[in-house]
């Protein structure tokens, strides 16, 4: 019955406009970011760009390594895709009243609710390959084309592509907590949007100031997701120099986020009528 289930949420999904549009968006943004920072960056660091073009002050600077750096846009700027669709998926339910044959069809709600967040999850792993395409495929062929090893054959990049893979499946999870916690589907898109492009990223920058904040600050979801990486643009420059959280650390901090609001989601909307 679960793989009915499961089977019954892609065909969900992948019936609407929605998750294409989202995934030629997602390519399209993140490409585009990578491409121009991994062209800005690897031109600064090997004296292509003069550093005075761009006000560094200097000569060249160095950034670390690039390629994990530009690589890792993948899910530190595109894992809203996943929470939008993981958000979108479960409000539409309500939207739609799509629920009310589903339970029909299987009363066990939080089977259905477990089939939903499965499908979730591998379809916000399906968002990170596309994601690492444009990052690694277009931030890579930039880097390489500045005379900088795009490191393909090194294992850590491998691992770190791994776990992008791993945090856009739990971001995809976070996203269909929070449309069972939040039901109401313009309040959870309004909720995401305002948290992960303004919310999260000034409470980031403001705990970074301090140790003892910059700590707590470890524990914001966005954070917990660079860690399970491994590598982001905003960890960069952090005026604490408070080290992140260790990558499986983050990892279930990430999972904690989306148990806490499926859990609480489904005593307080999913179990009650929906007709």
Not at 112 to 136: H, Q, W
Not at 199 to 213: H, I
Request: aromatic share 10%.
């Amino acid at each position: 019955m679960f793989l009915r289930s499961v089977s019954a949420e892609f065909a969900k999904i992948f019936t609407t406009r929605l998750w294409w549009i989202l995934v030629i968006v997602l390519f399209c943004y993140i490409g585009l970011l990578a491409g121009g920072l991994a062209a800005l960056f690897a031109g600064i660091q090997t004296g292509v760009i003069s550093p005075d073009a761009v006000n560094t002050g200097g000569g060249p600077t160095d950034f670390g390594s690039l390629p994990p750096l530009i690589y890792s846009f993948a899910s530190s700027v595109g894992y809203v895709f996943p929470v939008l669709l993981g958000a979108l998926a479960t409000t539409g339910e309500f939207r739609h009243q799509t629920l009310t044959p589903t339970f029909l069809a299987t009363p066990r709600r939080g089977l259905v609710l477990g089939a939903k967040t499965a499908t979730l999850i591998l379809i916000g792993a399906g968002f990170g390959v596309v994601a690492l395409a444009a990052s690694v495929g277009i931030g890579g062929g930039v880097l390489s084309a500045f005379g900088v090893d795009a490191l393909l054959l090194d294992s850590q990049t491998w691992l770190l592509i791994a776990r992008t893979l791993l945090a856009m499946g739990l971001w995809a999870a976070i996203g269909v907590g929070l449309g069972v916690l939040v039901p109401n589907q313009v309040a959870s898109i309004v909720i995401v949007l305002a948290f992960t492009q303004f919310v999260e990223p000034l409470l980031r920058l403001a705990a970074s100031f301090l140790e003892v904040t910059a700590k707590i600050g470890n524990f914001l979801p966005g954070a917990a997701s660079d860690a399970l990486v491994g590598a982001s643009v905003f960890t960069m420059a952090s005026p604490a120099g408070t080290p992140p959280l260790d990558w499986w650390q983050g990892g279930l901090v990430l999972l904690g986020y989306a148990l806490v609001a499926t859990v609480i989601g489904y005593v307080v909307s999913w179990k009650k009528d929906v007709t």
